[in-house]
Antibody
Framework: QVHLVQSGAEVKKPGASVKVSCKAS????????IHWVRQAPGQRLEWMGW????????ELSQKFQGRVTISSDTSANTAYMELSSLRSEDTAVYYC????????WGQGTMVTVSS | DIQMTQFPSTLSASVGDRVTITCRAS??????LAWYQQNPGKAPKLLIY???SLESGVPSRFSGSGSRTEFTLTINNLQPDDSATYYC?????????FGQGTKLEIK
């Protein structure tokens, strides 16, 4: 069965960067795009962008342009989302998702930004 | 950005009831709409994709309909496990956007 396993919770200070990983198992990593979605406490889900792991192309939400980098390592079946210049409003659970129509999700990674 | 508006925001119903959640897009998204169920502390779970296609393993009590700007999620024969927050999402146009969620409580 296909799984996405994300890295553990992070606590960062304002202005720092965070890099979250998403490891895929049991499927051909390059078959589907990997999306990143975040959810601040009590808020709706927010799409950040995606990567085509086959060719490395990305599409990013303009809201995060300049602050987010989405990358992948096909040899490790792993995708990464790095968010820089963190502020308190970036405190959220970050999810990766893939498959047809977002049918497979990682377990989420809590990122807390606090001084 | 395409705005997705769901209503109602909260819903209370009894076991065995039928409920309907509506999602409205600020512009046409064809049928590129998904519905998710999310329980507290968990990742969203895909229920419906392409507006009306039932995801594998999801009970047939769940159904979706609509196109362009107006969509509905219907849950028949409500079960206690259906207590959750439901989100719609458009994936027609970047950035993909979600509704604000509908919290369903089972009485």
């Amino acid at each position: 069965q296909v799984h996405l396993v994300q890295s553990g919770a992070e606590v960062k200070k304002p202005g720092a960067s965070v890099k979250v990983s998403c490891k895929a198992s049991e499927y051909t990593f390059t078959s589907f795009a990997i999306h990143w979605v975040r959810q601040a406490p009590g808020q709706r889900l927010e799409w950040m962008g995606w990567i085509n792991s086959d060719n490395g192309n990305t599409e990013l939400s303009q809201k995060f342009q300049g602050r987010v980098t989405i990358s992948s390592d096909t040899s490790a079946n792993t995708a990464y989302m790095e968010l820089s210049s963190l502020r308190s409003e970036d405190t959220a659970v970050y999810y990766c998702a893939t498959g047809h129509d977002f049918d497979i999700w990682g377990q989420g990674t809590m990122v807390t930004v606090s001084s | 950005d395409i705005q997705m508006t769901q209503f109602p925001s909260t819903l209370s119903a009894s076991v065995g009831d039928r409920v309907t959640i509506t999602c409205r897009a600020s512009q046409s998204i064809s049928n590129w709409l998904a519905w998710y169920q999310q329980n507290p502390g968990k990742a969203p779970k895909l229920l419906i994709y392409k507006a009306s296609s039932l995801e594998s393993g999801v009970p047939s009590r769940f159904s979706g309909s609509g196109s362009r700007t107006e969509f509905t999620l219907t849950i028949n024969n409500l079960q206690p496990d259906d207590s959750a927050t439901y989100y719609c999402q458009q994936y027609n146009t970047y950035p993909y956007t979600f509704g604000q969620g509908t919290k369903l409580e089972i009485k």
